[in-house]
């Protein structure tokens, strides 16, 4: 809306003036001590996270759970939901951004109510997880089979909003098992994890895309979510 209203130059002055207000209220966030080893080199201080990950079982059953989630969100790539817009539901490219605006209107929504219900999710936080990833496998599958213009940006923003019941749990999952002066290490892990799985994912889904068709990346979502939600049932010992 704002680019439509001031043009290419003012919408890029507010994304800019977003971002140094972004800065400055990071700035005013309290500081973590971190512990300093001197005896650390190189090697070892690239390592410290993925030996932490590797050690405890709740942070690498995570880590699985969320690389099984990227494969799945692949399927939000701009690429993949254009085609999706104009092969399936037969809209034009200016209806894309719509789906946009419904999916982040969903998360905000997801994120105050959650608020509102904190204590329930710091309660039950893995079933808070398979209950959000069995969901979004059923609206992934609505998705499939209401090819329609209006229901999919209702769909859209509800897959936003449940997404946060599972983003949230695994949040306070990591921060509960690693120390504060730990976090940076375990959360550098998780990062290049999710950088290196979506690239990969990426390419596979668009190749999968070319030749089998979009429907066919959102049925394989709604396994990938399934296979996540049993993964997280299986290990649910670990996630307290």
């Given at each position: 809306m704002v680019f439509a209203m001031v043009g290419v130059s003012l919408?890029?002055?507010?994304?800019l003036s977003l971002f140094v207000l972004a800065t400055?209220?990071?700035?005013?966030?309290?500081?973590v001590d971190v512990e300093e080893l001197a005896a650390e080199n190189s090697l070892e201080i690239l390592t410290k996270g993925w030996k932490i990950v590797a050690k405890q079982r709740n942070l690498n059953t995570l880590l699985v759970a969320h690389s099984l989630e990227i494969f799945a969100n692949t399927i939000w790539v701009s690429s993949v939901i254009l085609v999706f817009v104009t092969k399936i539901l037969h809209q034009t490219e200016s209806y894309w951004r719509y789906t946009n605006a419904t999916y982040s209107v969903g998360i905000i929504l997801g994120g105050f109510l959650l608020y509102r219900f904190s204590e329930k999710v710091l309660q039950y936080k893995w079933q808070s997880i398979i209950v959000s990833l069995l969901l979004m496998e059923v609206i992934t599958f609505l998705i499939v089979k209401l090819p329609f213009a209006g229901c999919f940006l209702v769909?859209?923003?509800?897959?936003?909003?449940?997404s946060q019941l599972k983003e949230i749990?695994?949040?306070v999952l990591i921060q509960e098992a690693v120390p504060d002066n730990k976090l940076v290490n375990v959360?550098?892990?998780f990062e290049v994890m999710s950088t290196l799985a979506f690239a990969i994912f990426t390419f596979i889904m668009s190749s999968i895309t070319d030749n089998f068709g979009v429907v066919t990346i959102f049925e394989l979502a709604i396994v990938c979510l399934f296979l996540e939600a049993l993964w997280i049932f299986s290990n649910r010992r670990y996630l307290y």
């Open positions: 919408s890029m002055l507010v994304v400055f209220i990071t700035w005013t966030l309290p500081w769909l859209s923003a509800s897959i936003g909003f449940v749990a695994e949040s959360y550098s892990v």
